[in-house]
Nanobody, 123 residues
Framework: QVQLVESGGGSVQPGGSLRLSCAAL????????RAWFRQAPGKERERVAN????????NYADSVKGRFTISQDNSKNTVDLQMNGLKPEDTAMYYC????????????????WGQGTQVTVSS
């Protein structure tokens, strides 16, 4: 059974940092892209960052560039999202996702999703 297990969410004050992690278990295909999406209440799910299989290609939402960093460990089948300089507008449920193709900003392109981990930024 495919599982993506996320961890690391929580509450933090503006300017703080969090690190999200996602472990992929029992994936029956070669993962060629790992991504983090987020969804705030009343808003559509949006791509935050993705990284391709080799790690040479990463993409970030404009709103997080320079603050968030995506990384992966293919040997452990994990992907992390280091979030620094957090802002209240970063508050959302964060989801990791994987696919067996090129990285894409579209939710419908991803094969499997985690359950989500909540990130709340407030003073």
């Amino acid at each position: 059974q495919v599982q993506l297990v996320e961890s690391g969410g929580g509450s933090v004050q503006p300017g703080g940092s969090l690190r999200l992690s996602c472990a992929a278990l029992a994936i029956p295909y070669t993962i060629k892209c790992r991504a983090w999406f987020r969804q705030a209440p009343g808003k559509e799910r949006e791509r935050v960052a993705n990284i391709n299989q080799s790690g040479r290609i990463t993409n970030y939402a404009d709103s997080v560039k320079g603050r968030f960093t995506i990384s992966q460990d293919n040997s452990k089948n994990t992907v992390d999202l280091q979030m620094n300089g957090l802002k209240p507008e970063d508050t959302a449920m964060y989801y990791c996702a994987v696919r067996d193709g090129f990285c894409s900003p579209y939710t419908f392109d991803y094969n499997d999703w985690g359950q989500g981990t909540q990130v709340t930024v407030s003073s």
